[in-house]
């Protein structure tokens, strides 16, 4: 049933209120985790660690987050996600281990992405879904770019929630309030009567068991699909390193540039601009059809990471950033699109998101956990940027070989006599 037009309004509003303020607070949190991480002169491998936490939990509940997602009024599966990101926050400014926090976080958060999506067919006609996923994907990078600029301000010495204790410990005070926000507009989604915004609950949810059977069989058929898997393939691997990169380069401006923390952090905003500015490119001239055409660009991503290690000035590390996450979205915008056609032909969607959404974590938390490894091992952050761009480039070439050999098969084999 369809919200009439002026909920249906009020309650997007609401949706996207609550992804802005979730993002943004998510991606301050991260930030602010890593101060009191240093505060603690922690090893440098917790950094990681503290986004392999999420990813864990993302893996491991993967097949029953569309169930859990389903089986409760959408707004309200948002409203707990945030009030629980809320306490956790709160934690962290009584001190707890951030690591901790982050595993609370990675645990309720499995099911937000399944709801805050699968509301929008409520909230909106088909033919609107297009334009209602492009505000939500707008309110998210607008809110990742300012969550790493506030969470870098609310780390500088000059901090106006020092008395808490430190700029690190006050700044998760703040970030508290931000997540409360998130919760008020969560909670407006939620007051909108049954049926109206996707409130209503499935009545027959699945056991785990067919949960877990359900999954297993939509993830072998979707890398069984010959345009599904090479479309997989390179969106698990950009995702997988994008994980890595959000750290190593922190790491590597710091290391290398000389930056503090909060410098350090501000300068993932031109990663994450230079992939606007690529996927904004790649909606405009790549159509889906034209996905596979993307794919040596790919090789790019991995020549660009491996320039790190010789780039040590400000000016040439901003544009090799931009141009980094120039390339990377050149090659996932298509690759997505791709990979969402290909599911929704194959399964429903919500199934699509979650085979999906389980590779990428599972690769990043590979990615992530090699990355930790590295730096336990005192590997030099050059070593580890130059590995990591030469993988990149390994992968690629296997995959479009793979590509290659797939549509050759089916000419060979027509080829042959009966």
Known sequence: MMAPPQRQRRAMRAVLGAQFFTALADNALLIVAIGLLLERAAPAWMTPALRICLYLSYVLLAPFAGALADAWPKGRVMLITNLVKLAACLLLAFDAHPLLAFGAIGVVGVAYGPAK??????????????????????STVAAILGGTALGALLLAPHAALAPFGSPAHGASVAIVGIYALAS?????????????????????????????????????????DADGRIALAVTTLFWAVAAALQFLVIEWAGTVLGLTLPQSALMQC????????????????????RAMTVLPAGLALGGAIVLMTQVSSL??????????????????????????????????????????????NLAALVFLAAYGALLAAAVPVRAIAAGCGMLVIALMLAIMRWRRAATATPVLLAGRRP
């Open 117 to 138: 999506y699968a509301i929008l067919a409520d909230l909106v006609p088909p033919a609107q879904l297009v334009a209602a996923n492009a505000w939500i994907e707008m």
């Open 315 to 360: 000016a040439p590390a901003c544009l090799l950033l931009f141009a980094t996450g120039a390339v990377a979205g050149i090659v996932l915008v298509p690759m997505n699109a791709l990979l969402q056609q290909r599911g929704a032909a194959l399964m429903a969607p919500g199934g699509s998101i979650a085979v999906q959404s389980f590779n990428e």
């Open 184 to 224: 008020l507009c969560a909670a407006a989604i939620r007051a909108i009567p049954a049926g109206a915004a996707g409130v209503a609950a499935r009545a027959d949810a699945p056991s785990v068991l067919a949960c877990a059977a359900g999954f297993r069989a939509e993830l072998a058929l979707l890398w069984r």
């Open 270 to 289: 031109f990663l994450a601009v230079g992939m606007v500015a690529g996927a904004a490119g790649a909606a405009r001239w790549v159509a889906t059809a």
